[in-house]
Nanobody, 110 residues
Framework: VQLQASGGGLVQPGGSLRLSCAAS????????MNWFRQGPGKGFEWVSG???????SYANSVKGRFTISRDNAKNTLFLQMDSLQLEDTAMYYC?????RGQGTQVTVSS
């Protein structure tokens, strides 16, 4: 199982980023997938999840600003992040099939 996140970067408050996670080694279309993050000096925090049927859920801290989606044909998970805030600064990880992939760093700074 491999999960490779990408798309992070430096963005100003109010900006947007789109994270991607390329999955391999398991039946992606049947898996519930999640995004987690870990900010500086903070614990591991669940951000959002999507099940095999496409139902989504979000942490209260990101609800209305982030959108999770998946492309089963491309075995790829996405996280569209809008209206980014300083508090969103973190390493973001995709998690699925019992595996946490390498993260991608998101830094929100003016």
């Amino acid at each position: 199982v491999q999960l490779q996140a990408s798309g992070g970067g430096l963005v100003q408050p109010g900006g947007s980023l789109r994270l991607s996670c390329a999955a391999s080694g398991f039946t992606f279309s049947r898996a519930t997938m999640n995004w987690f993050r870990q900010g500086p000096g903070k614990g591991f925090e669940w951000v959002s999840g999507i099940n095999s049927g496409g139902s989504t859920s979000y942490a209260n801290s990101v609800k209305g600003r982030f959108t999770i989606s998946r492309d089963n044909a491309k075995n790829t998970l996405f996280l569209q992040m809008d209206s980014l805030q300083l508090e969103d600064t973190a390493m973001y990880y995709c998690v699925g099939s019992g595996t946490r992939g390498q993260g991608t760093q998101v830094t929100v700074s003016s």
